[in-house]
């Protein structure tokens, strides 16, 4: 006979992400690990900074060890549900198309508006010249 676990969205498991209450998914899996950030030899920094996404490529990079593998399933709580989005989508709001008949207008209007730089960077040099030639 299966059993149930709690399902949980990763945006539940987002919210848990302090040092007091830490949530990581790996595998598909949910686990608190929050009593286990002090022993953690990696450090809690490096759980801290795998809540809130998947962390299965981090955990899977590490190279932890068969025994870690064992130890991790006493913190599972629960898995994530597979109806909800991972990532939420992101809705687009307005879609602007490049004209490319506007791009010489747009140029010479750029053109128009700095011109100050070009010509005020030739002109210093200029008068720096003028200068070290009289010097002479």
């Not at 498991?13 to 009593?35: E, P, Q, R, T």
């Not at 004209?99 to 207008?105: N, V």
Request: hydrophobic residues 40%; glycine residues 6%.
């Amino acid at each position: 006979m299966p059993t149930l676990t709690k399902l949980y969205t990763m945006n539940e498991a987002s919210l848990h992400n302090s040092k007091d209450d830490c949530w990581v998914v790996i595998d598909g899996k949910v686990y608190d690990v929050s009593s286990y950030l002090d022993e953690h030899p990696g450090g809690d920094d490096v759980i801290l900074a795998a809540t809130g996404k998947d962390a299965t490529d981090e955990f899977e990079d590490a190279g932890h060890s068969k025994s870690a593998r064992e130890l991790m399933e006493s913190f599972f709580i629960g898995e994530l549900d597979p109806s909800s989005p991972i990532i939420p989508e992101m809705e687009i709001v307005s879609k602007k198309q490049t004209d490319f008949k506007d791009i010489p207008k747009k140029f010479v209007e750029l053109s128009k508006r700095y011109w100050v730089v070009p010509v005020s960077a030739v002109g210093i040099s200029v008068i720096v010249g003028l200068l070290l030639l009289r010097r002479k």
